[in-house]
């Protein structure tokens, strides 16, 4: 886990899911690339049980921005997957889990 093998393999995965990771954030966040902005976000995630759903889409649309640029630059690179992995986990989980 703590151990990082410099590969060709990492940097040619990175950087892609930076570039998904932070276009969604943008999206969210300021309705950038066809997003809906905080306001549709905010209501989307309400819908599905997060409340406040405005607050919520800040922060996961902060989150996938700037942990998405961090992985595209190369830059905290754990930190930037952790954030990720929880705001997913926390998606999945509050849009998809009830549904079973």
Not at 63 to 68: I, K, P, W
Request: overall charge positive; proline content about 3%; some cysteine.
């Amino acid at each position: 886990m703590l151990a990082t093998d410099d590969g060709a393999g990492a940097v040619s995965l990175c950087f892609p899911v930076g570039i998904i990771f932070a276009e969604r954030g943008a999206q969210k966040r300021s309705g950038w690339f066809g997003g809906y902005g905080l306001q549709g976000g905010g209501r989307f995630i309400a819908s599905i049980g997060l409340n406040p759903g405005h607050l919520m889409a800040l922060l996961a649309g902060l989150a996938e921005f700037f942990a998405g640029l961090a992985l595209v630059v190369g830059a905290l690179v754990r930190p930037a997957a952790a954030a990720l992995a929880c705001a997913r986990l926390i998606a999945v989980f509050a849009a998809h889990w009830r549904e079973r």
